[in-house]
């Protein structure tokens, strides 16, 4: 069986990076490991909420994940597969394990207090199962809609007497793992109106899609031992399960589609690399350093799914500016060649120029300053008394004929043995006037990028 594994969203909004988590966990763990065979990778729309479901938050889902770099090799839409979900029910109910449920949510919710007051567990009691088919028919005439439910394999003989059944798997992250089947209610599958909840639709895909592997976040570690119970009452076979921690914020709050703050298409505008939103969103919560990688290959070499901590990982942004810094210091030309041509780098200067500044710029775009400062005019910065006389003596020297590597040391050693100057003292105001920072790349290598002709413009 050939390794394929899903990637689920719900096209309700802009993924953010804590989604991109899951999504990269099943794309390193199919296609990137060392050694590993070429496995599947399949985008799964669920997109059977048709009222917040669009198709421009698929496509963007689809924009992002390739900008990262994944692109899948099947893509689906459970919208399109309403027929397989009808089919699977219809098995389901002929088995006797889909039953017909009429309580309104008030009156369940009244059912579970009365059973916290008494100290018992809050789990649906299978009152709709002692139904009789004249009573189901009373409440259908009173204009009740029923909503199904999966009969959980909890018990021997007698539905109202469970027990304890556990459901195990040895999980690709956290190692063994159960779940006790009784300790649940019976799961809601289809609601009154006859749509499906995430369950159904989520287990017959995998199963009708071949899914061996399932990597996700451990809020769905109970929700596995009810998909276990529901593959095999389906007959499919039981994917290989992983569970791993979750992505927060540095305050520990869940990241939610609806802020947007930390979307991948918002971190994408605001100028981050893919390879440090990647980075930090596999190594996170992980053993070892969090280190920027420089593709998906090498990402993959990383992953360890087992050296994954239990606790919560935490997004911390500051980690986020510091890989896209370390990768954006070491691009080489031939990646920002656009984006320099855009900002009026001239070609044949990009290479100086973007070896010259790429130690100053924390994201690809910083560099715009520094092409305005070189090639346009740097703001002018406000000399004292002592160094604009130094600054008018010091242009004096400039060396003559065209400027090149050697031309700083040489204007700087001149001016040294004319005024006596030395260190931050002879430095500063030659920076300050050249580019109006008073730090930033080495003068050596942008002194031959502004030329002869815009250094004598900036004479104080």
Same mark, same amino acid.
């Not at 594994?5 to 993924?15: D, E, L």
């Not at 930033?440 to 942008?446: F, I």
């Given at each position: ?44 729309? =669920? ?11 698929? =496509? ?119 779940? =006790? ?11 009154? =109106? ?267």
């Amino acid at each position: 069986m050939t390794l394929t594994v899903r990637f689920a969203p719900s096209p309700t909004g802009y993924i953010h990076i804590g989604n991109l988590r899951p999504a990269l966990f099943n794309w390193l763990y199919a296609k990137e490991r060392s050694g590993a065979a070429q496995g599947r990778f399949v985008l799964r729309y =669920d997109d059977t909420d048709a009222g917040r479901s669009t198709r421009a938050f698929a =496509d963007a889902i689809a924009q992002d994940l390739e900008w990262i770099g994944i692109v899948p090799d099947l893509v689906v839409r459970q919208s399109e597969r309403i027929a397989l979900y009808d089919r699977a029910a219809a098995t389901l109910k002929a088995k006797g394990l889909l039953y017909p449920c009429y309580e309104t949510p008030d009156e369940l919710e009244r059912k579970r207090k009365r059973q916290m007051a008494r100290g018992l567990p809050p789990v649906y009691g299978r009152d709709a199962l002692r139904l009789t088919e004249g009573e189901r028919a009373a409440l259908e005439a009173e204009g009740r809609r029923p909503h199904w439910r999966f009969l959980l394999p909890n018990f021997k003989g007698d539905p109202f007497a469970p027990q304890r059944t556990d459901i195990g798997w040895n999980d690709l992250v956290r190692g063994p793992l159960t779940v =006790d089947l009784a300790s649940l209610s019976d799961p809601v599958l289809m609601r009154e =109106d006859g749509t499906y909840l995430y369950t159904l639709p989520s287990v017959v895909d995998d199963g009708e899609l071949g899914i061996s592997h399932i990597i996700r976040g451990d809020d769905h570690v109970t929700n596995s031992g009810v998909q276990i119970a529901l593959f095999e009452a389906l007959d499919y076979a039981v994917p290989t399960l992983g569970h791993h921690n979750l992505l927060t914020t540095i305050d520990g709050e869940g990241l939610s589609k609806r802020s947007g703050a930390l979307s991948i298409r918002t971190l994408r505008q605001d100028g981050y690399e893919p390879m440090a939103i990647a980075s930090l969103a596999v190594l996170v919560g992980a053993a070892g350093a969090i280190e920027p990688m420089g593709d998906l290959a090498a990402l993959g070499a990383r992953l360890d799914l087992a050296a994954i901590s239990a606790s919560n990982a935490k997004f911390d942004p500051a980690e986020l500016d510091r890989l896209n810094a370390e990768l954006v210091h070491a691009l080489p030309t031939e990646r920002v060649a656009g984006q320099l041509a855009d900002m009026g780098v001239p070609s044949e200067e990009a290479d100086a120029f973007w070896l010259a500044v790429r130690g100053n710029c924390a994201k690809v775009a910083d560099a715009a300053q520094w092409a305005r400062i070189v090639f346009d005019a740097p703001d002018r910065a406000e000399l004292g008394g002592d160094d604009a006389a130094f600054l008018a003596q010091a242009f004096d020297l400039l060396p003559d004929g065209p400027l090149g590597p050697q031309s700083w040391q040489a204007w700087t050693g001149a001016v040294k043995a004319a005024t006596g100057r030395k260190g931050r003292a002879l430095f500063a105001p030659l920076r300050l006037a050249l580019t109006g920072r008073d730090h930033g790349p080495e003068l050596a290598a942008l002194l031959p990028l502004i030329g002869r002709e815009r250094v004598l413009a900036r004479r104080p």
